[in-house]
């Protein structure tokens, strides 16, 4: 292997002793291919065993922690105790492939489809209808609710640990029930979780410490526990640079294992809050890198796109739609054949790449998500 693809391969040890055989992640990215009742598909298994060979670590799709947090069809659930031994095949089948895996959970919040929630009530910090979403206005949860939501997060973090996984990602990004609660644009809350940036921050923070705190008590080796955040929102009011610098200063005194950068491009630019002197990635380093382990992502399709991103400090980086395009990156990379890393696909390659048919749709009638060749 060329030696200028050490930063790559070198392994990578987390605060918690856990070790990583490289610096190389897939990405969590919903594949829509899970059971109606929540359990994961034989599809989604050889799915993920194809991908999971290479990369060090795997975070999972979302699994939702409520019934009523369930944000996507063909999701798989981590809400009921039921679940675990579905939860359990996933993590064996990464594991067995050496690849350490992380559990991703979350709660849609407002983005839910109506016809997934029990009785149609979509729910969120405060009854704002989101733009993907307008034509439904959800149901401000209230403080029972809130502080019980804080402890399913806990539970399925309990879950995680019964089914064998290695670690979990909170889901703070993308515009879910977490980041609604941050966000100015989503939570116009006059209790204690919501107002001012600081109490906009206190139900991540408060799911933070109750993931903490369930691991602590239930885990009986090292198990990651990650935040994933996105840094800014493009809504006024919403989330800027600056409000998110200030986050991920709570969160790095959180001993947290990881933060998780949700981009869809590494170098993207700071849109308002900051100055667009450097990009997001290096505001982030700059504030928290020496603190806690960042994972960047966004657009990192060739080798080259690695290394250059390496150069900014990160420690580690996710492959997420390269990965689903080339599931054989790291086996290449590492064997002189980086010239054959493919960055697009074409509608024949469905079954070489063992991706489900609900995820191989969504990608051939999207057009812009996929560079698929005609």
């Known amino acids: 292997m060329d030696q200028q693809y050490n930063p790559i391969f070198n392994s990578f040890v987390f605060d918690n002793g856990m070790d990583l055989r490289n610096r190389i992640v897939m990405a969590p990215m919903t594949n829509f291919s899970s059971h109606e009742d929540g359990t994961v598909s034989d599809a989604e298994l050889a799915y993920y065993a194809r991908r999971a060979d290479g990369v060090s670590m795997v975070i999972t799709a979302c699994t939702y922690v409520t019934a009523n947090g369930k944000g996507f069809h063909g999701e798989f659930a981590g809400h009921r105790d039921e679940m675990i031994p579905s939860l359990r095949r996933l993590a064996t089948v990464i594991k067995d492939k050496g690849a350490a895996a992380v559990l991703q959970i979350f709660h849609g919040g407002r983005m839910c489809p109506v016809e997934l929630v029990p009785n149609g009530d979509v729910v969120s910090a405060s009854s704002i209808s989101s733009s993907e979403n307008p034509n439904v206005v959800p149901r401000t949860l209230t403080n ?9 997060f806990g539970q399925a973090a309990r879950r995680a640990i019964e089914a064998g996984y290695d670690g979990v990602e909170i889901h703070g990004a993308n515009g879910y029930l977490i980041q609604q609660f941050f966000s100015p644009h989503s939570n116009e809350r006059e209790d204690h979780w919501g107002g001012d940036l600081e109490q906009r921050m206190a139900f991540p923070l408060a799911v933070v410490d109750e993931v903490n705190r369930v691991v602590a008590e239930h885990a009986k080796r090292p198990f990651l526990v990650g935040y994933r955040f996105s840094p800014e929102e493009p809504e006024t009011p919403g989330i800027t640079m600056s409000d998110t610098l200030s986050l991920i200063d709570k969160l790095a005194d959180k001993n947290l294992d990881y933060l998780h950068v949700s981009l869809m491009d590494f170098w993207s630019r700071p849109r308002r809050g900051v100055d667009d002197s450097k990009t997001r990635m290096e505001w982030i380093l700059e504030r ?5 382990p960042v994972i960047g992502v966004g657009s990192i399709h060739t080798v080259e796109d ?4 390496f150069q900014t400090g990160v420690p580690l980086l996710a492959l997420a739609r390269e990965i689903i395009m080339e599931p054989d990156w790291m086996e290449k990379a590492a064997n002189g054949r980086e010239r054959d890393i493919k960055t697009t696909l074409s509608r024949d390659d469905q079954a070489r790449l063992v991706i489900p048919d609900p995820l191989w749709q969504a990608i051939i009638n999207t057009p812009g998500w996929f560079p698929v060749e005609q």
Do not use: C, F, S, Y
């Open 144 to 152: 029972d609710e809130v502080e019980a939501i804080i402890r399913d």
């Open 288 to 292: 928290v890198g020496d603190r806690v």
């Open 306 to 309: 690695a290394l250059k991103a």
